[in-house]
């Protein structure tokens, strides 16, 4: 009997003439604590915010190459946040931003995140912004006690942007039309498929002033800026390192060791340990590792991007060029 034959005939007889399931998908194991820097002391935590922010994100995938699956931005965020917090030898936070930000709900969970974090653990939190954290990177940054700047960071791009398409012209040379059967006259308002009208636009408009509102808000309440300067800061425009710090945007420039330095200072401590959390088999070997580090981090946001605008008008707190 052929070999193949052979093996089904097994398999057929162990189970019994049932079907037999065999799960693939990859095992997510708990995150571990592992100390990158330091011998002695109390810990810091270091966790990475990074890539475009949403509160979608795929389902846990396993990367070609990788024993690891990779877990949703929001999820992991979330997950560090709370093992930190039933954790009492953590002593303070520090975390490091490097994102042009993404949609307005994903920007304003993870600010509310940090906020109650730091506030029920009772812990300093040092924000460290890396090569760009602008709109909603920045106002996950708010959520900070310290925000540390390094010199080369590009920041501010607080605002609002609406991205959808117009389509029409294009239908129109392929012959083809589109139509919706709506309950209300604004139903289809931001469809790919027609202009907008002037009427929509000032909805729109409303809109997005209220959210522009609620991260001004922020501003003001957070840096202790007063609400007309903040307004004036708040155009939309991204500025430097330098130019952040002498708006109050930013607390200070320096670098990951200086942010370590100010987090030991916060809980009085002349030695500590900076500690990650990683699943088993992520290699981290520094506090400049990051977690979960996606492959092709520009692709990976655009394509995201790309899916939000296809799916029509998304609201975000983007730094898009």
């Given at each position: ?25 990859p ?8 100390t ?7 810990k ?9 922010l949403?509160?979608e ?21 979330r997950?560090e ?14 975390i ?32 460290v912004?890396?090569?760009?954290a ?7 940054a ?33 012959g ?10 604004r ?47 708040a ?9 952040a710090l ?5 607390d ?12 030991r ?25 990051r977690?979960d ?5 520009l ?23």
């Open positions: 009997m052929p070999t193949r034959a052979i093996v089904l005939l097994a398999f057929t007889l162990l189970a019994g003439c049932s079907l037999i399931s065999i799960d693939l998908a095992r997510i194991h708990p995150l571990e604590e592992h990158v820097e330091g011998t002695k002391g109390p810091i935590l270091l966790t990475d915010v990074s890539g475009f949403s509160e994100g795929p389902s846990p995938v396993l990367v070609v190459g990788s024993s690891t699956p990779r877990v949703p931005l929001l999820v992991r965020f997950e946040l709370k093992k930190a917090a039933e954790d009492s030898g953590i002593r303070a936070v520090v490091r931003i490097n994102s042009p930000g993404g949609t307005v709900t994903a920007s304003d969970i993870m600010f509310n995140e940090l906020d109650t974090f730091k506030r029920t653990a009772r812990v300093p939190v040092v924000a912004m890396m090569d760009v602008a709109s909603g990177g920045y106002y996950v708010l959520a900070a006690d310290t925000i540390v700047a390094h010199p080369t960071s590009v920041t501010g791009s607080i605002g609002v942007i609406m991205v959808t398409m117009n389509a029409e012209g294009l239908m129109q040379k392929l083809l039309t589109a139509s919706a059967i709506k309950s209300g006259e139903k289809d308002m931001g469809s790919p498929f027609r202009a907008l009208a002037d009427e929509e636009r000032k909805i729109f408009q409303s809109v997005i002033d209220g959210l522009y509102g609620q991260f001004v808000a922020k501003v003001v309440a957070t840096r202790k800026i007063p609400l007309e300067t903040a307004r004036t800061i155009d939309g425009r991204v500025y430097t390192a330098q130019q002498e708006l109050k945007l930013i200070r420039i320096g670098y990951m060791d200086d942010a370590i330095a100010i987090a200072r916060a809980i009085g401590a002349d030695e500590a340990r900076v500690v990650v959390y990683r699943r088993p088999r992520e290699y981290r070997a520094t506090y400049y590792a977690a580090a996606p492959a092709n981090g692709d990976a946001a655009m394509a995201q991007l790309s899916t939000a605008v296809g799916a029509g008008p998304r609201l975000l707190y983007l730094w898009w060029p």
